[in-house]
C-alpha cells in the first residue's frame, strides 16, 4: 500500500525527482514513524505524512512528521546537529535511532542574515534573552516568547544614549501591550522555528526575494518544555511579547514573569505580536 505523503515542492526540489518517486511508491518511506513534531506515534500508511527535510552545510535527514502537526518543508539546522542525528541513526551515538533517513548532499544553505541594524550598546553588544512559558489569555492556555536584551538597544549609527528597542519593533509591526488579558495582533511575515522539538529563532519577513531571515537565533537550540510544545501544535501560533532591557527581568516561574509583564505592560513598556509556527 503506498504511504500518504506530501512531498512540498521545495523538499522535492533538494532531495529529485528520483528520490522523491521512490517515497512516493512507499519504497523509502516509513510505515510507522515518530512524529518529528509532536514526538507520538504516526502510521503514513493510515494517515496524511509530512515529510520534513532538514538541511545541514554538507549533510540532510529527511524526517516524517503527522500533517496534522506541520506541513512539508526544508529546515536549515547547524551541520553538527544533523551529524549527531546521522550517527544515532547509524547506531553509533548514545541515543536512540531517529525517525528520518540521512541523506548526503550537496545542499549548502546560505547564512541567516539578520535584516534589523544590530543591536549596540556601548561598551558591548546588547544580546536578545529570551524566555518561553505558558500565559492564560482569555481563560486559555497560550505559548509565549519573552524577549528583552541585556542592555539598550540603538539604532545603527545612532550617536548617543537613548533606548530605540520598542520603536525599532513597532515599526517592524509589533504593537503597544496595552492589556494582558487581550492577546496579541498577527503580525504577517513572522514565525517562531521550531525544529526537532526544540526553539531555533524567530523569523522576521524575507527582504529582494531572499529566503526569510532569523531576527533572534538561538546560540544552541533551546529545548522548551512538553507543556508549550503541546500549547503550540494546539494553537498553531506563539504570542511573543518584548520590551526594553530592565523591564521584565530572568523570572524563575510562570506566575512571576506574568507578574513582570503585567508591570511592564502597565508602564507602557511592552509590545507584542503573535505568530505562527514554522517548522517543528
Known amino acids: 500500500m503506498a504511504p500518504l505523503l506530501d512531498v512540498s515542492d521545495e523538499v522535492r526540489a533538494e532531495i529529485g525527482e528520483e528520490e522523491t518517486r521512490r517515497l512516493l511508491a512507499g519504497e523509502n518511506a516509513p510505515g510507522t514513524y515518530d512524529c518529528t513534531s509532536c514526538r507520538t506515534p504516526g502510521d503514513s500508511t493510515q494517515e496524511r505524512t509530512s515529510t520534513v527535510l532538514f538541511v545541514g552545510d554538507e549533510t540532510a535527514v529527511l524526517a516524517f512528521a503527522h500533517a496534522a502537526c506541520i506541513p512539508s518543508q526544508v529546515v536549515p539546522v547547524a551541520e553538527e546537529q544533523l551529524q549527531g542525528a546521522v550517527r544515532s541513526i547509524a547506531g553509533e551515538g548514545t541515543a536512540p535511532p531517529a525517525p528520518a533517513v540521512p541523506f548526503h548532499s550537496p545542499v549548502r544553505p546560505a547564512p541567516v542574515p539578520a535584516q534589523m541594524p544590530a543591536p549596540e550598546a556601548a561598551p558591548r553588544q546588547a544580546v536578545l534573552g529570551i524566555t518561553c512559558g505558558l500565559i492564560i489569555v482569555e481563560e486559555a492556555l497560550h505559548p509565549a516568547l519573552v524577549i528583552e536584551p541585556t542592555g539598550p538597544v540603538a539604532r545603527a549609527g545612532a550617536i548617543g544614549g ?25 503580525l504577517t511575515g513572522w514565525s517562531v522555528l521550531l525544529a526537532m522539538g526544540k526553539l531555533h529563532a524567530v523569523l522576521q519577513p524575507p527582504m529582494g526575494g531572499a529566503p526569510a531571515a532569523a531576527w533572534w537565533q538561538a546560540h544552541q537550540p533551546l529545548q ?26 530572568r523570572q524563575p516561574r510562570e506566575d512571576l514573569l506574568r507578574e513582570a509583564l503585567d508591570r511592564a505592560c502597565a508602564r507602557g513598556q511592552l509590545v507584542s505580536a503573535a505568530m505562527p509556527l514554522s517548522g517543528t
Open 162 to 186: 537613548g533606548d530605540d528597542f520598542l520603536p525599532l519593533l513597532i515599526e517592524q509591526g509589533f504593537m503597544p501591550q496595552l492589556d494582558l488579558a487581550a492577546p496579541p495582533s498577527p
Open 224 to 249: 522548551v518544555s512538553d507543556g508549550w510544545r503541546a500549547a503550540v501544535n494546539r494553537t498553531n501560533a506563539v504570542f511573543v511579547y518584548a520590551g526594553p532591557a530592565g523591564a521584565i527581568g
